[in-house]
Every structure is written in structure tokens, then in C-alpha cells.
């Protein structure tokens, strides 16, 4: 057995919204931890985190995420765990997750907003030289449920892709 790369902790904590698709997301990645030989951890209550658990992890991946998640404390914790060097992913609904906390807030660097109903549009690759990015190409059709953000948190973000707006209808009516 060969040593494990790395350890994940999976976050799927939801205090709003709960995604059907959370289920098949914990299931994918999963998969990937096996192909990739990483460790991946699944915590659904928040009330383990604290400095010594999170030592463990490399990375702290948040799927699916809503709402409040962690209290105060626990926010304290996981700043320092990132400010230590340590890694996060925020996956779908992450970007929906603690607005009131402006260091998560500038972590993720824009927030969700709204989305309209589930529909193809086309895809704009913008940093196809980054890891990760060489199974997409420019005009790639590709349904989804496509978030629109609010306004940046911080400068300087790297966009990986866009979508053309032009190519789905992005109006909303709830």
C-alpha cells in the first residue's frame, strides 16, 4: 500500500439551501480520492473543527456549502488554519456561505447572488495554460445551473473560464 498523498477534509454543511446533487458530489470525490490516493475525511457537523483536528489536512474542501456554517470560534479556527499556509476548495454553493464574514467573504472573492433555471451555455476559456483546464475548450457547450456573483471582495483574482451571457438566457423570475 503506498502512502497517501495528502489528507482532505470534505465540509458539506448546509444551514439554507440543501443541494440535491450533494450526495453525487461526495460520491465523485470519493472516487477521486481513490484514484488519486489522498485521504478524504466527510464532516457534516462543524463542531469538531478546531486546531488540533485541522492539523491533519492539507486541504479543506467545502461542498455544497449554505448559510451559516460556523460560529464564531470555529471561524477564528479556520482562519488560522489557512493563514497557516493550508489549502481550501469551495465547490457550487460555497460562494452561498457566511456573507456576515468578511475574511471568508474576501477568501472566496465574489459571493453568489442568484441563478436562473438550469440551461446549456457556452463556454469562454480564459487561462487555458492553468492545471486542470485542458479538458475545455473556447465554445465548449455545457449545461449547468450558472451562478451570477456580486461584486469582488478582493483584487487580482485569476478568472479560469466565463460564460458568454449572450449564449443562455441569465434572467431570473423566482
Known amino acids: 500500500n503506498a502512502q497517501k498523498q495528502f489528507k482532505?477534509?470534505?465540509?458539506?454543511?448546509?444551514?439554507?439551501?440543501?443541494?440535491?446533487?450533494?450526495?453525487?458530489?461526495?460520491?465523485?470525490?470519493?472516487?477521486?480520492?481513490?484514484?488519486?490516493?489522498?485521504?478524504?475525511?466527510?464532516?457534516?457537523?462543524?463542531?469538531s473543527i478546531n486546531d488540533k483536528?485541522?492539523?491533519?489536512?492539507?486541504?479543506v474542501i467545502?461542498?455544497?456549502t449554505t448559510g451559516d456554517i460556523f460560529d464564531s470560534a470555529q471561524q477564528?479556527?479556520?482562519?488560522?488554519?489557512?493563514q497557516s499556509g493550508k489549502g481550501y476548495v469551495g465547490v457550487h454553493s460555497a460562494s452561498d456561505t457566511e456573507y456576515d464574514w468578511e475574511w471568508y467573504n474576501k477568501l472566496v472573492g465574489r459571493m453568489f447572488?442568484?441563478?436562473p433555471s438550469i440551461q446549456t451555455a457556452r463556454l469562454?476559456?480564459?487561462?487555458?495554460?492553468?492545471?486542470?483546464?485542458?479538458?475545455f475548450t473556447n465554445n465548449q457547450l455545457w449545461t449547468e445551473e450558472w451562478y451570477e456573483f456580486g461584486p469582488e471582495?478582493?483584487?487580482?483574482?485569476?478568472y479560469l473560464m466565463a460564460v458568454d451571457e449572450k449564449s443562455y438566457n441569465p434572467v431570473t423570475n423566482w
Open 62 to 64: 467545502f461542498l455544497c
Open 8 to 47: 482532505a477534509l470534505l465540509v458539506t454543511t448546509t444551514r439554507g439551501w440543501h443541494h440535491e446533487s450533494l450526495h453525487y458530489g461526495v460520491v465523485a470525490l470519493n472516487k477521486l480520492a481513490t484514484q488519486n490516493n489522498f485521504d478524504l475525511v466527510l464532516m457534516q457537523d462543524p463542531n
Open 113 to 115: 447572488h442568484i441563478h
Open 76 to 82: 477564528k479556527v479556520f482562519e488560522r488554519y489557512i
Open 53 to 59: 483536528y485541522l492539523a491533519d489536512f492539507q486541504v
Open 124 to 135: 469562454q476559456v480564459l487561462n487555458s495554460s492553468f492545471p486542470g483546464m485542458t479538458s
Open 153 to 158: 471582495k478582493v483584487s487580482g483574482l485569476n
